[in-house]
């Protein structure tokens, strides 16, 4: 039998879950205050608790800050600015071809952003600066790479996301900010070699880490999300 204490703590973690999930954001602009290595153990040992598949726990999570992610900055951005076309990512993270309504949304936001910073269609240059954030980690101070073993099947990836799903609400919780980027993976030969990764790694994503810069206009973006008749299906 559930007690008025029991309904009163239920509620309160049910906001505090809820104001996690609804409060998460991409942040494209960080400041540079340091996180602390403690925190960074914590709120990964946390985020191991995610499900997989007869509990394989596909994940390895390498993270770079000080001179380390400094240097993953300096020669990434070396190969962008000078147009490098023999870095491909290793896989399709997005569609070859997409359609509505994925389509649809990914312009959409694509919009909404490059409106917020005056970004109009056709200025090129201007975009490709914008894109070039990501290899800065967007001022973030602490670069997530995460890997997984390649002989591994589609399983084991839809685990590694609810594992980086956790990654982004224990930051959250803790008042750090994220920015999931599959950016990275364009470049993974220079990331799998500055961190010696071995022949059956394969970089799934990578992901900014640190405090959100609360003047920055590119923080105030918030994605729109799809009504719930339009991906819910009830079966009575």
């Not at 900055?73 to 000078?82: G, I, K």
């Not at 071809?97 to 509505?100: H, I, L, P, S």
């Not at 790479?145 to 590694?160: C, E, H, K, N, Q």
């Given at each position: 039998?559930?007690?008025?204490?029991?309904?009163?703590?239920?509620?309160?973690?049910?906001?505090a879950?809820?104001?996690?999930?609804?409060?998460r954001?991409s942040?494209r602009?960080?400041?540079p205050?340091a996180?602390?290595?403690?925190?960074i153990?914590?709120?990964?040992q946390v985020?191991?608790?995610a499900?997989?598949?007869?509990?394989?726990q596909?994940?390895?999570?390498?993270?770079?800050?000080?001179?380390?992610?400094?240097r993953l900055?300096?020669?990434?951005?070396?190969?962008?600015?000078?147009n490098?076309t023999?870095h491909e990512?290793?896989?399709?993270y997005?569609a070859k071809?997409?359609?509505?309504p994925y389509?649809?949304?990914?312009r959409k936001?694509?919009w909404?952003?490059?409106?917020?910073?005056?970004?109009k269609?056709?200025?090129a240059?201007?975009?490709?600066?914008?894109h070039r954030?990501?290899?800065?980690?967007?001022?973030?101070p602490?670069?997530l790479?995460?890997?997984?073993?390649?002989?591994?099947?589609?399983?084991?990836?839809?685990?590694?996301g609810?594992f980086?799903?956790?990654?982004?609400?224990?930051?959250?919780?803790?008042?750090?900010d994220t920015?999931p980027?599959a950016?990275?993976?364009?470049?993974?030969?220079?990331?799998?070699?500055?961190?010696?990764?071995?022949?059956?790694?394969?970089?799934?994503?990578g992901?900014?880490?640190?405090?959100?810069d609360?003047?920055?206009?590119?923080n105030?973006?918030?994605?729109?999300r799809?009504?719930?008749?339009?991906?819910?299906?009830?079966?009575?």
């Open positions: 039998m559930m007690t008025d204490q029991t309904v009163m703590d239920a509620a309160v973690v049910k906001a879950v809820d104001a996690v999930m609804t409060g954001t942040v602009a960080f400041l205050a996180v602390p290595r403690e925190t153990a914590d709120l990964l985020a191991a608790r499900p997989s598949g007869t509990n394989t596909p994940w390895q999570v390498h993270v770079l800050t000080g001179q380390m992610r400094n900055v300096e020669e990434v951005c070396c190969a962008f600015d000078a490098d023999s990512p290793e896989y399709d997005y071809d997409f359609f509505d389509l649809a949304r990914r936001v694509g909404d952003l490059y409106g917020l910073l005056g970004i269609k056709g200025e240059e201007k975009t490709r600066a914008q954030k990501n290899y800065t980690l967007f001022d973030a602490v670069a790479m995460f890997v997984i073993d390649r002989r591994l099947a589609m399983g084991s990836w839809l685990d590694f609810m980086l799903q956790n990654v982004m609400l224990a930051a959250c919780a803790r008042g750090l920015c980027q950016a990275w993976i364009d470049y993974h030969r220079i990331i799998g070699s500055l961190l010696n990764l071995g022949e059956h790694d394969q970089l799934v994503c992901m900014a880490l640190g405090y959100a609360p003047s920055a206009i590119v105030t973006l918030v994605t729109e799809a009504a719930l008749e339009e991906f819910v299906h009830f079966h009575d």
